[in-house]
């Protein structure tokens, strides 16, 4: 079609097209192909494959963590600490096992880590934190639901 908008692509964002064909349907995969080949560029599958590969390893090596939310989940542990309240230190411990363990699947089915190593070790690290100080404020708090320490309270 003479006024399609792929017309009005460069030829950069038309190989983005057939870098990432999750994104786009067969008839914008097609056409991209069809002009590129019409501006002059010899487009073979095995190219196509081969972008998509680059994508995939792109995908595959991870994404740099938020640090400022890390920090909140981390301060989420503390804070929990300071107060004596087990959700804020089950959230920043479930979060540290979202930055830790989560994953996606790629186009091609493939499982991989969302996070690079070093947001997961820092993840990781959130998570055993968190879940060891819950552990411990749960047998503080057990062990000392009888003594002076609650008298305030009663």
Not at 11 to 29: A, R, S, Y
Not at 41 to 60: P, S, V
Request: include cysteine; proline fraction near 3%.
């Amino acid at each position: 079609p003479n006024q399609h908008y792929l017309l009005d692509f460069s030829d950069l964002e038309l190989f983005e097209v057939l870098k990432k064909p999750d994104n786009w349907n067969v008839e914008d995969i097609t056409l991209s192909k069809k002009i590129l080949v019409d501006r002059g560029f010899e487009i073979t599958d095995e190219q196509i494959n081969q972008l998509q590969r680059e994508r995939y390893g792109h995908l595959k090596a991870g994404k740099k963590g938020n640090l400022q939310w890390i920090a909140f989940y981390g301060a989420c542990i503390i804070i929990g600490v300071v107060f004596l309240h087990p959700l804020f230190l089950l959230a920043g411990a479930g979060m540290g096992l979202y930055y830790w363990r989560d994953q996606n699947t790629d186009p091609s089915g493939e499982r991989y880590f969302t996070f690079e190593k070093n947001t997961r070790n820092i993840g990781q690290f959130i998570f055993y934190i968190g879940i060891f100080l819950t552990v411990v404020l749960f047998i503080w708090l057990f062990y000392s639901a009888n003594s002076d320490y609650w008298i305030f309270y009663r």
